[in-house]
């Protein structure tokens, strides 16, 4: 492997609920790993709906209970330039999945795929918690914690 970083992104449809609670969690399993210097992760939305904006309340106070602090991220919208910029795109679920494979050129770096194609999981997708309660917000943490852990122990067995 290179001395350069692995490149991460999370991606979801506004960037406020879901991406940034796995970024988050991925950014916790790296740092208890040490590997904090071997990654640069990040996290965006298809759309442009909250571009700049902090995450939804309730997902930072989810990350909080777990220890995680995603209170300084900000969203942003998903690129075609960054299938070029990033070693894993990660979708959230499969209609991201596709606006994201509907940016590339052809010729891209990124590997493209589900989060919860990761672990252990009958459910094949993250929903968006964003009109539900703080429950949804709470199984989210849940669902994308298991799935950024068994990412991690994937990329480190490919490349470590």
């Not at 991606?11 to 970024?23: K, T, Y």
């Not at 399993?29 to 939804?56: N, W």
Request: one cysteine or more; a negative charge; charged letters at 20%.
């Amino acid at each position: 492997m290179s001395n350069r970083p692995l490149k991460v992104a999370f991606v979801c449809l506004g960037n406020i609920c879901r991406s940034p609670l796995a970024e988050g969690a991925f950014r916790a399993h790296v740092a208890s790993q040490g590997l904090s210097k071997r990654f640069l992760i990040d996290s965006a939305g298809t759309s442009s709906y909250h571009v700049g904006e902090l995450p939804d309340q309730r997902s930072i106070a989810v990350a909080a209970r777990h220890d995680v602090d995603i209170s300084g991220q900000r969203s942003r919208q998903f690129v075609s330039s960054d299938l070029q910029e990033f070693d894993y795109v990660i979708a959230m679920d499969r209609s991201n999945q596709s606006n994201i494979n509907a940016l590339s050129s052809g010729e891209q770096r990124a590997e493209v795929t589900l989060l919860l194609d990761e672990g252990d999981t009958r459910t094949r997708e993250v929903p968006d918690p964003y009109y539900g309660g703080p429950g949804g917000f709470d199984h989210v943490w849940q669902l994308v914690n298991e799935a950024t852990e068994s990412l991690l122990q994937r990329i480190i067995s490919e490349h470590m």
